[in-house]
């Protein structure tokens, strides 16, 4: 079962726009992870959220958090080619294990 | 340097065959997973292990099956009764099962002949 779904499934932008996608989940989680994998390789993660914060940055990424809609934002500002890749968001409920959604694909063009 | 490993990169299998699949980690890591990743589909969990001689299924657990017989190790063998075994297999470790942060290795793809 599949408790994270990302939105939107594809993206496509110009190199120096913003992305923005979103994971919606279903049952209360005790932190939400954004990890990102390149074409053929292993996911990498980028940022952990606890369910008691609403925001967090790193770089030029920028989580959200709203427990209250059961949803988080990844913003990415001032893309560059390189951050072409998938993003999935991971939430973890009474099991503490991360369970996956389908993946945004996020392809920048230069 | 510290990391998690896959071996093979690559790996075919015959009908009828069973073929095993390695994970490597050196992160002094107690909990280990692998995931079935499928075009479309994003990850889902196959087994999990929380400490050495432990193992728990997951959501898509049959036609497979692993040990752990030591910390730094967790192989995934793919069995005869995996019909559909076609699929990029990852493997992750974390420190403890609980709300951390999972460390992946590169991967293995696994094609049937």
């Known amino acids: 079962s599949q408790q994270g779904e990302e939105d939107p499934q594809a993206l496509s932008i110009q190199e120096g726009e913003n992305a923005t996608m979103n994971c919606s989940y279903k049952?209360?989680?005790?932190?939400l992870q954004w990890y990102r994998q390149n074409s053929g390789r292993g996911l990498v993660h980028l940022i952990l959220?606890?369910?008691?914060?609403r925001e967090k940055h790193s770089g030029r990424l920028r989580v959200t958090l709203d427990t209250s809609k059961k949803s988080s934002s990844l913003l990415i500002t001032a893309s560059r080619a390189a951050d072409t890749a998938s993003y999935f968001c991971a939430t973890d409920a009474g099991s503490y294990i991360p369970t996956f959604g389908r993946g945004t694909s996020l392809i920048v063009h230069p | 340097d510290g990391g998690i490993t896959q071996s093979p990169k690559y790996l075919f299998r015959k009908e009828g065959q069973n073929v095993t699949l390695s994970c490597e980690q050196n992160?002094?890591?107690?909990?280990m997973y692998w995931y079935r990743q499928d075009p479309g589909q994003g990850l889902r969990l196959i087994y999990y292990s929380q400490i050495v001689n432990d193992f728990q299924k997951g959501d898509i657990a049959e036609g497979y099956s692993v040990s752990r017989e030591k910390k730094e190790s967790f192989p995934l063998t793919v069995t005869s009764a995996q019909k559909n075994p076609t699929a990029f297999y990852l493997c992750a470790s974390s420190p403890r099962i609980r709300g951390e942060t999972q460390y992946f290795g590169p991967g293995t793809r696994l094609l049937v002949l």
């Open positions: 049952t209360s989680i005790n932190n």
């Open positions: 992160l002094n890591h107690d909990a």
């Open positions: 959220i606890r369910s008691n914060e």
